[in-house]
Every structure is written in C-alpha cells, then in structure tokens.
C-alpha cells in the first residue's frame, strides 16, 4: 500500500494540472472597451456676404489680365455675358449658380485675422478678383488668393476687411472660370431627361442630304383624348413607321448629341466653307418645345462640324455620334403594308384572276356575309386577318406597275372612304406594291397573295 501512494500521489498532481489548464483556456479574454472616437462637430457657418433680399445683378470676374462682366436680367429672367455677341449662347444654369454665390458667400474658417504677410496666402496680388453688384445699388468685392496646402478651398477676403478666411472650392472654382467655360455647348434647345418621354413630343424630323433621298418623318397632333398617333414617313414614300425602331435608331441617337462630348471649334467664324457648312447637310427637328435645325458639314480626323441654325459657332462632334444620319428609311418603316381595325371596315373587296369577291363586315366584325351569304366567321376572320397582312420585303429594282396586277384588295371604311392595293407580278415570288394609284417603290412575297386566295378557296368550300 505503501509503496503505491506516491504513484497515486503522482497521477493526482498531473490530472489536477490538466484540468488547471483546460480552466486557463476556456476562460474567457478580459474585454477591453476602446474609447469612442469624440463626435466631430463641424465648424459654425460665418456669413461674408448675404444679399439673398437683393441679389446680385452683375458680376466681374478680373482674372489672368482679363476681365469679363456678366449681367441678370430680372424681366426676362437671363443672365449673358456683356460684350458678347448676343447670338452666342451661354449656360444659363452655370451663371446662376455664380450668382448665387456672390449672393450668398460662407465660410466655415477664419485663417487669419490680422495677417502680417499676405503673400503667405497668395493675397498681395490675387490671382482673382470678383465684383458684384445687387439691386439695392450695394456691391461687394471678392478677394481670391492661393489655394489651402490641404486641397479644401482657396484663401479670400471680402472688401476692406483684411482677415482671411478659407473660401469653399464649389464657389472659388466658379470665380476661376473664363467666359468659354460658361458657354453653352448645346445643339438643341432643353430636351429633358427623358428620351422616352421626349419621343411622344416630336412632331417632325428632317433629314436632308446631298447624298441621298431627303426624308421625313411625321406625327400627327395629339387627339382630343390625348392619344399620340404613331409615327408616319412622308417623304421619300408615304408609309407608317416602326414606332420601336423609330425611336432606337432616331430618337436615342439624336438624344444622345447633347451627351456627346461636343468641341468648340471657332466663334463668330467668317469662312462657313472651311467646314463644309455653306452647303450643309440639315437635320431639322420640331417638337413641342419648338422648331431647331441642325448644319452639318464635313468630316475631318473622325470628327463632324457641326453647328445650330442661328447661332455663329462651330463644334465638332465624334463621327459614330452622327450615324443615324445616314440611316436608310427602310429601317424605320413599318413592314405592314396597311392596317385598318376591324370595326373601322364596311367591306373589303378582292379582285383577281377568278373574278372578284366581297366581303362584308357586320356588327364590328361579329358576323360576315361573303359574296351576300352569311360566311363561317372564323373563315372570314382568317380571309381579312391575311388582307392587312402584307408585309414589305425590300425595294423593287423596277416597276412594274404598267402590267395588269394579279389582285386588287379594296377596303371601305365606314366613312365611306376607299383604300386600294394592287399587286404586280416583278417575277415568280415578287409583287410589286401600289397603293391607292401609286407604287410604294417596295414589293412583298407571293406567299402573302397565296394565304389570301387560300382564305377564299375555303370561303367558297373549295379544298
């Protein structure tokens, strides 16, 4: 027994120091609470200027040896640069926000109050003076010094007061701009934001080359319910257009010209013909906002001259942004033939190599009378269904309209007027399509007159 206890005394002291252990690492970590970071409380607003019961009606900017006023019409609501010509057009949104800040002026640190040196701030000489002049006969100049070592605002004073404070960059970058960079470098009056939106407001868009057909594209005027009609092409044929495609490969593009990185090239410019612009391409647009057309001359290095009717100054704009220009109408035509709803129709009428045919519409197109018996309603459906199918394949190469046609579908409206198709036989799939007297300059397929004589063999209870 004896010689058993220090071998029990020794297993003893080696479980009490696993178990020692395991209790040290399951313990948890002493939690250490880091000290909250002190909330930042940004510096109190100090007011330089306050003159939002009288706003500023005239700023000048004195800057790298030049010096340039500009002015704010309170009648009409403009602002221009004085001195320029007034043709040439400038941001109006950009001025205003420069009036805005010689109307109101902040800081929200006072540098030095009694500075020794003002070379230190760059202020002996400052690189911008801006004067502002308000409608209750007050001015107040601007004193634009260096900019701060840490890149958050430019050293200033206001008047005769000699501290200097620390003026925001959002106001100090305006006083630093020259007149070009508060031009406008816009083509065409306000669009919007919305290119969808602004679709449904135009009315007509003008293409005019000298190296292709001038075409037009037209809408009507909105209906009294507020229905847009859809688009139509006027010239250099009389069709409908694609509504979808219409404003994918027109609209979108044209939209986008005010996005387009669009580059000065020369104001008041007295040779037009340096830019191919005395005999221009025309791209007139008139929406609800009014009538603007677009000169385009030539292309040089990828780039298009470009400038709006009106106003004297030459951009140049990326050749791909101009494109649709030079679409092909047949892009953005409708490929169907013509359509009428079924409840505009009194008749349609077919004649052909069989003789002629009529069918008569009822009741909205409920019910039909072929030929002046009652028709199977479905029959009759498909027979109408494959008349105001037809579909345009491509251009014909050569008319051939003084051939007798194969068929002639008319269609009486209610109003009592008629529309006519005739098909002429181009060759063994083609037929050239006439509309109401005159070719269309497009043909369709033979398998679209073989559905409609399908319909009427089965109108008649032929097989």
């Given amino acids: 027994m004896k010689k058993r206890l220090p071998f029990v005394l020794v297993i ?18 002493p939690r250490y609470n880091e000290p909250e970071a002190p909330a930042v ?54 001025l205003k926000k420069l009036f805005g800040s010689c109307t109101r002026l902040v800081t929200r640190k006072v540098i030095d109050t ?12 400052p690189a911008c003076t801006v004067t502002a002049a308000y ?10 010094g260096a900019r701060s070592p840490l890149a958050d605002g430019y050293f200033g ?55 292709r057909e001038r075409i037009v594209f037209w809408r009507k005027p909105d209906g009294a319910d507020g229905e847009v009609y859809p688009i139509q092409i006027k010239e250099p044929v009389a069709m409908n257009g694609d509504e979808y495609a219409f404003y994918q490969k027109v609209i979108q593009p044209i939209f986008s010209l005010q996005n387009a990185r669009l580059s000065l090239v020369e ?15 025309i791209l007139g647009i008139r929406d609800d906002g009014g009538a603007t057309r677009l000169l385009i001359g030539k292309e040089e290095d990828g780039r298009v001259y470009v400038m709006r009717e009106g106003i004297p100054a030459v951009f140049s704009v990326k050749a791909s942004a101009m494109g649709f220009f030079n679409l092909d109408y047949a892009q953005v035509m409708d490929r169907l033939v013509w359509l009428f709803n079924i409840d505009m129709v009194n008749s349609l009428r077919i004649r052909h190599s069989g003789g002629e045919d009529v069918l008569t519409v009822h009741e909205n197109g409920s019910s039909f009378h072929f030929n ?18 037809l579909q345009f394949d491509d251009r014909i ?14 269609i009486q409206t209610k109003d009592g007027k008629k529309h006519e198709i005739a098909l002429h036989e181009l060759n063994e799939r083609h037929l050239e399509v006439v509309r109401d007297g005159v070719s269309t300059g497009f043909y369709v397929n033979k398998s679209d007159l073989q559905s409609i004589m399908s319909a009427l063999k089965a109108l008649h209870g032929e097989t």
């Fill in 12 to 29: 003893l002291l080696i479980v009490g120091l696993l178990g020692m252990m395991y209790l040290l690492q399951a313990a948890p970590e």
């Fill in 41 to 94: 409380t940004p510096e109190p607003l100090l007011t330089l200027i306050d003159q939002e019961t009288a706003p500023a009606v005239s700023v000048t900017i004195d800057y790298e040896g030049t010096s340039q006023t500009y002015a704010y019409h309170a009648h009409t609501q403009a602002y221009e640069a004085v001195g320029y010509d007034a043709r040439l057009a400038f941001d109006q949104t950009a």
């Fill in 114 to 125: 009694e500075p020794k040196d003002l070379e230190l701030y760059g202020m002996k000489e």
């Fill in 135 to 144: 409608m209750n006969g007050k001015s107040h100049v601007i004193h634009v």
């Fill in 157 to 211: 004073r206001v008047d005769d007061d000699p501290t200097v404070y620390l003026l925001s960059s959002y106001d100090a970058d305006l006083f630093f701009k020259k007149p070009y960079d508060y031009r406008s470098y816009a083509l065409f009056h306000e669009l919007g934001d919305d290119a969808e939106a602004y679709a449904l407001t135009v009315r007509e868009i003008l293409m005019e080359s000298c190296e």
């Fill in 267 to 281: 104001d008041l410019l007295s040779d037009l013909g340096r830019y191919g612009l005395d005999s221009p391409q």
């Fill in 372 to 389: 002046g018996a009652r028709a199977d309603t479905e029959t009759a459906r498909t027979l109408y269904r494959n008349a105001i199918s």
């Fill in 397 to 410: 190469a050569q008319s051939a309209a003084d051939v007798a046609p194969e068929c002639v579908l008319t």
